[in-house]
C-alpha cells in the first residue's frame, strides 16, 4: 500500500511539475528585471548579468509522504560550488523556500512566477563566488 501511494504521489507531482514548466515558459520574462528563465529538459536556467545559473529537478519527499520537486541554483567558479537559493513545487501546486515550514512565494500558475524565482537568484549571485575577486594562491 506505502508503494502503490508513493507510486500515485510521485506520478502526480511529475504530472504538476510538467504543467509548471509550460506555465513558466510562457511566463519567462520577470517584469522590471534584467533577466530571463529558459527551460531544458526540465532544467531551470535564469539568465542574469550575463551569466547561466541553471537547477535541475529532484523528486523530494517531505516528513509527511507528499512528494515536492526541489530545484537548488548553484554557482561554480573553478573548483568552488555554492548554492544561491532553492525552491520547491509542492503538490498542492504552491511553490514555497522551505518544505519544513508554510513558507510560500506563490501558486505554480502565478503570471508573476518568473519575478518571484529570477529576483532572489539575482540577489543571491551579487553576493557569491561569481563577483567576489580571484583569490592569489602564493606569493
Known sequence: LEIANAHNRIKSI??????FLQHLSEHAEPEGLPAKITIQDQSVT?????????????VVMDDEGF????YVFYVREEENEEELWRFYLTSNGRLVSRLEQ???ICDFN??????????????AALDSILFKPTERHGG
Open 14 to 19: 511529475h504530472e504538476q511539475h510538467a504543467t
Open 110 to 123: 502565478n503570471r508573476y512566477v518568473a519575478k518571484y524565482i529570477c529576483g532572489p537568484v539575482m540577489n
Open 67 to 70: 512528494f515536492a520537486i526541489e
Open 46 to 58: 535564469v539568465n542574469c548579468f550575463g551569466n547561466a545559473i541553471t537547477a535541475e529537478p529532484k
Open 102 to 104: 508554510d513558507s510560500p
